[in-house]
């Protein structure tokens, strides 16, 4: 039978009946769905405990009963003299429990109902609340510490995820649009349906129910199995955040606060229990710290991912390597590469596919490198074009990419440091005039000169028919 027909049989309600499975007077058996399943035999147990409960007989004495430690003899003479110090109050008890005395019952074979009938027929007017009543596990409401240890958690899952497009991926997260943060998500979503039930298998709690005093116990207040850790998650997923789908994941926090701010037991919570050891304020100081680490943890991510692979002394394959690199991270996938050599090599597009330019740009001359021992000290390129019919674009991202992969390359140059930022602010801003200046030691110098171009507002040069066009380039970089 279920545990709702239990209910009904009993009078009892299933914290009741979870409480006493807690302390190992109740061992229901689960069928192939995980689920328990009761038997008359169970009833009766509960109907025993009801009883002598309502007698004022402890826990310990009926675990003793139960597991024949103590006869029933015994353990009814003793409590009638306790009962005899307890006054009127109890009056009630001491007759029953005389009688079952009278009767010679045994534990094992008590039939209850026939008790219990008199023991509400004598029960007075005013009197306390049975003490079976008060056996329930301690239940932590606490909605609001549930809530943001469940928000730390998912902030550990998404740092995860995140330090992995990073660090392992070679991904740059200010790239991604709206598809790659809807990715994010669900990612997050998922190592939580993974990561956590391992968490309460092995710990008993997650990272952030742990820096707030919670943990989860099962049957015992043991850890729960890893199948009972996995189905309250996906219930927590289901019923609490409502699959984190938008406005009903809004709906299902409501409910779900309401519930337990109630005091029902929540949906998630009907095979395990929610302890709070304590609610220090130092928990709130620890959280708050926990957080901060995370975030910061993804901004240093970030700022080393944007540091060239190689570094220092390079050779003219591990300068070509860093600037590739740069071209695929920042998303400048249309730009030539350059081999091993240092020589430019025109992209190759799959087959079919159509490619669209909307500048015609006069192409980068091949790079020339001074070189000691096989180690870069200077990179140089002169452009020039005379009378052109070519429009022109700034070069910035080519030139950009050029210092980033060589002077952003010494050992000079830290996690935040801004000078490349400055110099591409430069170039974007006036992506035709000059620079010259050091970069973390190596001397860039720039300079661009024009006649017979009219310069748009979208940073191009086109030429004037009624003009001789002249361009002229050059551009530096010297250790």
């Not at 919670?214 to 309250?232: D, F, I, M, N, P």
């Not at 901004?299 to 220092?312: D, E, F, I, S, Y």
């Not at 002394?313 to 991270?329: G, H, K, M, P, W």
């Not at 052109?388 to 050992?411: R, T």
Request: hydrophobic share 40%; proline share 4%; glycine share 8%.
């Amino acid at each position: 039978m279920t545990i709702k027909e239990v209910e009904s049989l009993t009078g009892m309600t299933r914290a009741n009946i979870r409480f006493y499975e807690s302390r190992g007077l109740l061992s229901p058996n689960r069928g192939e769905n995980g689920y328990r399943e009761y038997t008359e035999e169970d009833v009766a147990v509960l109907q025993r405990i009801k009883l002598l409960r309502m007698l004022d007989l402890s826990l310990d004495e009926i675990q003793k009963l139960q597991a024949g430690e103590e006869p029933m003899d015994s353990v009814l003479s003793r409590h009638l003299r306790q009962l005899d110090q307890e006054g009127e109050r109890i009056t009630h008890c001491r007759e029953i429990c005389a009688q079952m005395k009278a009767d010679k019952v045994q534990y094992q074979t008590l039939n209850a109902d026939e008790y219990l009938q008199k023991v509400n027929q004598l029960q007075p007017e005013n009197q306390p609340e049975p003490q079976w009543k008060e056996d329930v596990l301690p239940r932590v409401r606490s909605p609001f510490r549930r809530f943001f240890a469940r928000g730390l958690d998912l902030l550990f899952y998404g740092t995860l995820w995140q330090l992995f497009l990073i660090m392992v991926l070679d991904l740059n997260l200010s790239n991604r649009g709206s598809g790659g943060d809807l990715l994010d998500a669900v990612m997050q979503l998922l190592l939580m349906l993974v990561l956590e039930p391992v968490f309460l298998c092995l710990l008993g709690t997650t990272p952030g129910k742990w820096i707030l005093g919670l943990r989860v116990a099962g049957e015992g207040g043991k850890h729960l199995t890893l199948a009972q850790a996995r189905s309250r998650t996906w219930k927590v997923f289901f019923r609490g955040m409502g699959l984190g789908i938008p406005i009903y994941n809004l709906v299902r926090h409501w409910k779900s606060y309401r519930a337990c701010a109630d005091g029902e037991i929540l949906d998630w919570e009907e095979d395990s229990t929610l302890l709070l050891r304590d609610e220090k304020q130092w928990r709130t100081v620890v959280w708050v710290g926990m957080a901060c680490v995370l975030v910061l943890s993804t901004v240093l991510a970030m700022a080393w991912a944007q540091l060239p692979k190689h570094r220092g002394d390079l050779t003219v394959a591990q300068f070509s390597e860093n600037y590739n690199r740069y071209c695929r991270y920042y998303g400048f996938d249309g730009l030539r590469k350059l081999d091993e050599e240092g020589n430019w090599v025109e992209n190759q597009y799959p087959e079919g596919t159509v490619v669209v330019d909307v500048v015609d740009n006069l192409p980068l001359p091949p790079l020339e490198f001074e070189e000691e021992n096989g180690v870069i000290t200077g990179i140089s390129f002169t452009l020039s074009s005379q009378n052109g019919e070519e429009w022109i674009s700034g070069y910035d991202m080519e030139l950009l990419l050029l210092v980033d992969a060589f002077a952003g390359a010494q050992w000079d140059r830290g996690l935040f440091d801004g000078e490349i930022g400055k110099f591409a602010q430069q170039m974007e801003d006036l992506p035709f005039s000059e620079f010259e200046g050091e970069i973390y030691g190596v001397r860039v110098f720039w300079e661009v000169e024009y006649n017979g171009y009219i310069y748009s507002d979208d940073w191009t040069l086109i030429p004037d028919a009624e003009k001789p066009c002249q361009f002229a380039m050059e551009f530096s970089m010297t250790k």
